[in-house]
């Protein structure tokens, strides 16, 4: 069974240098509580996942590197973020870019205990001369890129039960069910009032309980 902890308990989980998988699309499905409780906690150096550097109303994960916590960046975009773009290029901020769909499948290869992917996506691009390596097979140039995997998942679930089932609900879907594979630790912050084991459908269900450890009750529901 997962532990039920307010932010502020399940953030203090999270270390100096850890690499954080954080779901979120323009920072919607992003768990903004998490996300401020680190800001306030103020862990540093590390090394963040997302798909984009959040959005320029402050949703996201971009508020992170705002406060100078973050030492790398891994994502497919961050151009409602521009400070990102100017650190990279100071050399303060290590910066990797990635096709959407390449991050998408390098956090399944981390973790599905996958040795990386094969990719045409990428080729004769900065993508191959910064980050990518080429192969050929079959006579066919493919880019091998590594897997990635996390000490922490934090990621927005629309639902949950006791047990730690978790539902998630249209962009909460995007990167959260294989962020939550490839981590170490996964705090789920949950929208709705934690449910009894059991009222949770099976086949609703996105990600299962045995890999989720940490349930964080969102304010405003029942638990918060």
Not at 49 to 56: A, L, Q, Y
Not at 174 to 192: E, K, Q, R, T, W
């Amino acid at each position: 069974m997962p532990k039920i902890l307010d932010a502020q308990s399940a953030v203090e989980k999270i270390r100096d240098g850890d690499v954080v998988l954080a779901g979120g699309f323009l920072g919607v499905g992003t768990p903004e509580d998490l996300v401020d409780e680190l800001v306030r906690q103020g862990q540093k150096d590390l090394a963040i996942v997302c798909n984009d550097g959040g959005s320029n109303t402050g949703k996201g994960v971009g508020k992170l590197v705002s406060s100078f916590q973050v030492k790398k960046f891994l994502c497919s975009w961050f151009g409602y973020t521009p400070l990102i773009g100017e650190l990279s290029n100071k050399g303060e901020l290590d910066l990797e870019l990635n096709p959407q769909g390449t991050l998408a499948e390098r956090i399944r290869a981390g973790g599905y205990g996958l040795g990386g992917i094969l990719t045409p996506t990428g080729i004769d691009t900065m993508i191959e001369e910064k980050w990518g390596e080429r192969v050929t097979l079959n006579g066919r140039d493919w880019l091998y890129h590594t897997p990635i995997r996390g000490n922490v998942a934090i990621v927005e679930a629309y639902r949950a039960d006791e047990s730690g089932n978790l539902v998630f609900r249209r962009a909460q879907r995007n990167f959260s069910p294989v962020m939550c594979y490839a981590a170490d630790l996964v705090i789920a912050s949950v929208v709705n009032p934690i449910e009894p084991v059991g009222s949770i459908d099976p086949d609703e269900i996105i990600v299962p309980g045995a890999i989720v450890d940490i349930l964080v009750p969102q304010k405003g529901s029942a638990e918060g």
